[in-house]
């Protein structure tokens, strides 16, 4: 029993150190930004209104990228900022990503087997 709470308490430290390291405002690589959100508010433009810039790999005759993994991962955090007007600016499309992120890995981690790292 000691030793399932003393696991308990790990994994909750370990979220807070996930939690803290999501929201940190470290180096943005430029291919998050713009092969990702950008590509997705440039591509439906009308929603947005937002001035962007597609890269090369989506705007050719013939893309060598698909737009269906951005729509799976970006769209509801940018929905949902989109939504709530009174927040739009780059910061809380930051976070609101960041915050997407944040719930998209632990659900990677739901997926990992559980007879080895019972953890919870």
């Known amino acids: 029993m000691f030793f399932l709470t003393k696991k308990r308490a790990l994994y909750?430290?370990?979220?807070?150190?996930?939690?803290?390291?999501?929201?940190?405002?470290?180096?943005?690589h430029p291919d998050e930004h713009?092969?990702?959100?950008?590509?997705?508010a440039g591509i439906s433009g009308d929603l947005f209104k937002w001035e962007t810039i597609k890269t090369w790999d989506f705007s050719s005759d013939k893309p060598i990228r698909g737009i269906l993994p951005l729509w799976i991962f970006y769209a509801i955090p940018l929905l949902s900022?989109?939504?709530?007007?009174?927040?739009?600016?780059?910061?809380?499309?930051f976070y609101a990503l960041?915050?997407?992120?944040?719930?998209?890995?632990?659900?990677?981690?739901?997926?990992?087997?559980?007879?080895?790292?019972?953890?919870v």
């Not at 960041?98 to 990992?112: D, E, H, P």
């Open 12 to 28: 909750g430290l370990l979220v807070l150190f996930r939690l803290y390291f999501a929201f940190q405002p470290s180096y943005i």
């Open 34 to 40: 713009f092969q990702g959100p950008e590509v997705l």
């Open 81 to 93: 900022t989109h939504l709530s007007r009174a927040y739009l600016n780059p910061t809380s499309i």
């Open 98 to 119: 960041r915050a997407a992120f944040f719930v998209y890995s632990f659900v990677i981690g739901l997926t990992c087997p559980t007879e080895k790292f019972n953890i």
